[in-house]
């Protein structure tokens, strides 16, 4: 009898066993589908960009502000949008002056979403506003130029360039508000206009030229300032000159009448002294090198000149 009795307890043993890690198995998974699902819910807004959250493609919330914020799993995405000011490099153009010429205009402009829910609603994608901002620029500049002359555009000293780009960024902010775009331009700004190929080489010749009458009218003015001053210069010397030698004159008449008193108080101390001088004097005027004088031997004057004086 008691061979036929089985013994059971071993079985529940590992039943339960079974059951306690098969609960333990399905609390991990339950935990991690839970920290799986909590991970794709949430999502952090950084500094300098707007967190888009769409749900079936309907844009439901947008977060601006940095931070951690939660979404929907798996019903509902995040994108991104730039917050921080962007540029953007608008294409070349061609447009004519008012004077009938023809030049390539290049432009880059600063710009920054202001309004995301608008910009998506209207334009969708950042390409996309790009692409409108550059057509409504393109449009602003060919008219703002089309009423200027050429010389007014290339030339530094006639150029309206500074307040061109004013008129423009305005003008263009205008336009976008008014269709809802959802972006503002901070400023738009020319890097170079360049000339047609086949229009360089004239141009290019008549800025020569125009430089050339200019650097001529800085020297025309330079000569005439220079003879100014050397006539005046000229006038200043030949005044002093005059003056010094009427100066000069004057200082010549005072010393010859001073000499001539002492002269005569020294002459009138000894008469025969005098009359030696004066005959002295006589014979430096009268007698050179190649002079011949004829007189008799006997006579005062050639005793003098011999040496003769009793």
Do not use: C
Not at 86 to 95: H, K, L, N, T
Not at 220 to 225: L, Q
């Amino acid at each position: 009898m008691d061979k036929k009795v089985v013994n059971l307890e071993p079985r529940k043993n590992i039943e339960m066993e079974w059951r306690k890690y098969a609960k333990l198995g399905i609390t991990v998974i339950i935990l991690f589908a839970l920290f799986i699902l909590l991970l794709t819910s949430a999502f952090i807004v950084k500094e300098g960009e707007h967190k888009v959250i769409r749900q079936f493609g309907e844009v439901v919330r947008i977060k601006s502000e940095p931070g951690l914020s939660f979404k929907l799993p798996f019903i509902q995405s995040v994108s991104t949008l730039p917050k921080y000011q962007m540029m953007y490099d608008v294409s070349q153009a061609e447009i004519n002056t008012k004077d009938k010429k023809r030049m390539i205009i290049d432009n880059y402009v600063v710009w920054k979403i202001d309004n995301p829910r608008k910009m998506i609603s209207n334009a969708r994608t950042v390409a996309n506003a790009e692409s409108r901002m550059e057509e409504f620029i393109y449009s602003v500049v060919r008219a703002e130029l089309g009423q200027l002359n050429y010389n007014e555009i290339i030339n530094d000293e006639k150029s309206s360039r500074g307040s061109l780009n004013d008129r423009v960024t305005e003008k263009v902010n205008e336009l976008l508000l008014k269709d809802e775009y959802g972006i503002i331009i901070t400023d738009v700004r020319t890097k170079r206009t360049d000339l047609p190929q086949e229009n360089e080489n004239s141009v290019y010749t008549r800025m020569i030229s125009e430089r050339e009458s200019k650097a001529q009218e800085y020297l025309s003015k330079g000569d005439a300032e220079k003879n100014r001053i050397t006539a005046k210069t000229d006038r200043k010397v030949r005044e002093t000159l005059s003056k010094a030698q009427a100066d000069a004159e004057v200082i010549r008449s005072e010393g010859e009448g001073e000499a001539a008193k002492i002269y005569n108080v020294s002459f009138s101390k000894d008469k025969e002294f005098y009359n030696l001088f004066r005959t002295l004097e006589t014979y430096k005027k009268t007698i050179g090198e190649d002079t011949v004088i004829v007189i008799p031997s006997d006579s005062p004057y050639a005793r003098l000149l011999m040496g003769y004086t009793k």
